[in-house]
Structures are given as C-alpha cells and as structure tokens.
C-alpha cells in the first residue's frame, strides 16, 4: 500500500466519528479557546475486552487493567463492568480502582511505605499486592505482629526479575538484568529467593512482568515458563504457592490499524510454552494496559498554522497539543511514532490528502524538544483549522499529562456508532484554568 492509499483509509477510519464530533461541537475551532480532545471508541474497547475473556475463558484467570494506561474513569468503569479488574501502581490509583466498584485489584508500585501496604492490606479485603524488595517484607511482617487475626491468605506476592532479556525499548523492559523492578532470579539469588519463600510463609505468590511495547510475545512466553519452574522448585521444598501473575506486557500496534496480538495468539503461544499454567493449580493474574486501552483512542487538535517556505524547508505544523500530553513522543520519537492523519475543518477526508509532502509536527510548549513528530506524510495544502489527528493515543499519553506550561487538559469524549449516526458523552471535561492553577498552591503561604 502506498504513502498516499494508506493516508486515505486512516481518513475513512476516523472521518465518520470526527465529522460528527465537528458537528456537535465537541471540537472548538483554531481561532476559539481549547481546540483539542480526544475520542474513545467505546465499542472497541468492549469488543477488546471481551475478546481477552474468550480467550482465557477458565475461573483460576484474573485479569486486571493496567489503570496507568489510562486513568480515566468513564473507561476504568466499563473494564469493571466488564467484570475485569485494575491494577495499581500507586495508593491513589488503588483508591481510584475502589471507587470504581473493583473486585480484583493489584497494587504493584516499586516503592511502597509501610503505610501504604497497611492501607491497602487492611482496608481493602480484594486487593492483592505484589512486593518489590526485602524492605517490603521487613513492613509486612510488621504489619502481621501488630494485626495478628489478619488474614493473609492469597494476598501477597513478590515481584522477581526473571531475567529475560530487554525487548527493543529499553525504557520499558523490565527483565533486564539491572532493572529496578522486583528483584533478579540468577544463579547468585536463587538461594536467598527460596529462604524468602520459606521464612514467611504468608508469601504465597510469585509475580513477573517482561515489559511492555518492544517485547515480543516468545519473550512474554519465556518469562512465563522461567517463572514455573521457580514455582516447581518452591513447592518442591516445601513452600505453598497459590498465585502466579504473569503481567501484561502484550504489546499493540502504532504502525497499522489491527492490534500487533489477538488474545488467542497469546494463549496459544502460552499454552505451547508452559502448557502446566493451565491445569487450574493456581489462580492466574494479567495485568493488560497497552494492548487494550491504547488503540480505541485517537486525539484531535486544530492545526494553528504551518510554517513554510522561505522559513522552513520541511515545513513545520503548529499544533495545539504537544509534549504536555505526548511526553515519550517528544523525549523518544523515534521509539514511539505515532500515525498522523489531516482531516479538513469539518472532519472529512482533506481535499488535498492526493498530494503529501513531508512535515514536521511541533506542539505548543515553550520547549524546542517539543515535537509530536518528525518527516511524517501530510497533505501538501495542509493549513490553519485543519483537524491533525493523532492515532492510537488511548494508553499512555493522557495518563502522562505534564504540567508544564500549564496548559489545560482537553476532555475526553466517548463515542459508539449507532445505525442512525455517533452518539457522545463526556468522560472528562476540559480542564480549567482554576484547576490548573490550584496545582501550584495557595497564593499567600501558609503558616506551619
């Protein structure tokens, strides 16, 4: 498929939904105030959903959400109502999971206080936490002396490094040696690992998680298989173990309209690798974000102005949204390049999309690193007012919202298509400049 034809099907993708955002207002134009928001295919998100439950179909799976992906809470809802859970990555998250009506959730922050493992231990009887390093284990034995009816049963698990290898991005592979998450499984630890087991017998589950986009899915496999013989060799001598969590690390697609997996794929190559994971010995856990929460979303920003000839020779797009939304995109373009579609003021295929030339695409940071993108495929007669649409920006962009310039967060707006047309509703509105300024705290200090 060429440059050009390629352009014109992510047109006739999104064109639908975005003209009739465009219509009912949802999309200020570049002269008003806020010309940007995202939009999430809510239809996409449930088909993704349950196409993961078909595929691991038997009661011993718990799957969990990654809520870092995307925080938002009209999303988080229809996951839970879904009957999936969250994990967390923080107490906050934790207590935005509960909030949501969560059954299963899993709290797996790298640094957690002793008093983040008593509230979320004590007060939440379906919340299981993963822990990251011996310090972790010194609080919770702590936490048992001073609370001695609790019951730990299926509560808690250690995350370990199964040492793997990184995938192609280094800043989100976990099972490197060297990595900060969890502690390493290698000859030198194996030993101390075991005793860990052994001398707290309230540590009743093992944890990985490889990574996250760049990890392929034989890495995702292997991680897996490396985990159960170390479960094998614990129960071997003597240690229960009643939880395995295999993470997520499943990645998506930014390069093509399908997701890189189907669900399937995953548990064949699983079923194939450690085919033991699936007799029912034990209660599974996932933790999904990227390949569920990422492609249902695209973002929507009015084209302020392209700076051409005789200033620039690629010419450079101006856009209303940039590093403040984008932040692995403008540190890291070429590891997360986004497509990028023009649309015309109205939301349908641009006039000129025959004709592309390369550009630039720069947000509205006071930052020279802050660029959307470079040399990506637009219309020539691309302008001012344009729709530059970015695509599957529905994990990790929004959740990594900068403060930066304090800029407003645009609204989110979920979509469905309908035989009579889209139908809207708000899952965020549009951030306020009262509420961006109440981040920086009061305007006399007070007095301690």
Known sequence: MTEVEAFAVRAEKVSGAVSAAVAKGLLPTAKEAGPSCDLYDLDALDARLAEMKAAFPEDFWNHAVAVKANPTAGVLSRVVNAGIGLECASVGEVAHSISLGAKHVIFDSPCKSKADLEQVLLNNTHTYVNLDNEQEFQDINEIIKAN????????????????????????????????????????????????????????????????????????????????????????????????????????????????????QSYRDALDKAVPDLFKGKYTLMTEFGRCVLTKPGITLTRVATVKGAPYYKTPLVVAHIGSNQFVREAYLGDQWRHRFTVLSSTGAPHPGQESLTAHDICGPLCFQGDYLGKNHQLPTTTASNDILIVHDSGGYTLAMYSKYNSRQAGPVYGYRKTDKGYTFCTLKARETVQEVNAFWGPKDPVEL
């Open 148 to 263: 001695p009816g609790w019951d730990y049963n299926k509560r808690i698990g250690l995350r370990i490094n199964p040492v793997v290898g990184a995938g192609s991005i280094s800043s989100v592979s976990t099972a490197a040696l060297g990595s900060k998450f969890g502690l390493p499984l290698i000859p030198e630890t194996r030993e101390r690992l075991k005793n860990l087991y052994k001398e707290n017998k309230w540590l009743q589950g093992v944890h990985i998680h490889v990574g996250s986009q760049g990890c392929p899915m034989e890495m995702l496999a292997t991680g897996a298989t490396t985990i159960l013989e170390f479960v094998k060799e614990l129960e071997a001598e003597g240690c229960e173990i009643k939880v395995v969590d295999i993470g997520g690390g499943l990645p998506t697609s930014y390069v093509a309209n399908e997701e890189a997996h189907s669900f």
